[in-house]
Nanobody
């Protein structure tokens, strides 16, 4: 059974930074492409960033490009999301997701999801 557990969320002031982590268990981590998504109250889940199984390729939503960095450590079964220069509009529940296929911005491309971690950015 594949499990994804996020951590690292919290309350931060605008301009601050947070690093989210997601630990994957139950299958060989390096076989997955990984993604981060977020969902604000009353809004649909939206793509944030994705990374290939090897970590060689990454892809970002325009809204976070230049501020967020996705990375992975296959030896630790962990994917990270470093978030800098945070804005109030980044406030959301952040989810990590694992895909058996290629990395993608589409929610439907991911097969496994974590429970989410809350990020709140105050102005």
């Amino acid at each position: 059974q594949v499990q994804l557990v996020e951590s690292g969320g919290g309350l931060v002031q605008a301009g601050g930074s947070l690093r989210l982590s997601c630990v994957v268990s139950g299958r060989t981590f390096s076989s997955f492409a990984m993604g981060w998504f977020r969902q604000a109250p009353g809004k649909e889940r939206e793509f944030v960033a994705a990374i290939s199984w090897s970590g060689d390729s990454t892809y970002y939503a325009d809204s976070v490009k230049g501020r967020f960095t996705i990375s992975r450590d296959n030896a630790k079964n962990t994917v990270y999301l470093q978030m800098n220069s945070l804005k109030p509009e980044d406030t959301a529940v952040y989810y990590c997701a694992a895909s058996n296929d290629y990395y993608s911005s589409a929610v439907a491309a991911y097969d496994y999801w974590g429970q989410g971690t809350q990020v709140t950015v105050s102005s």
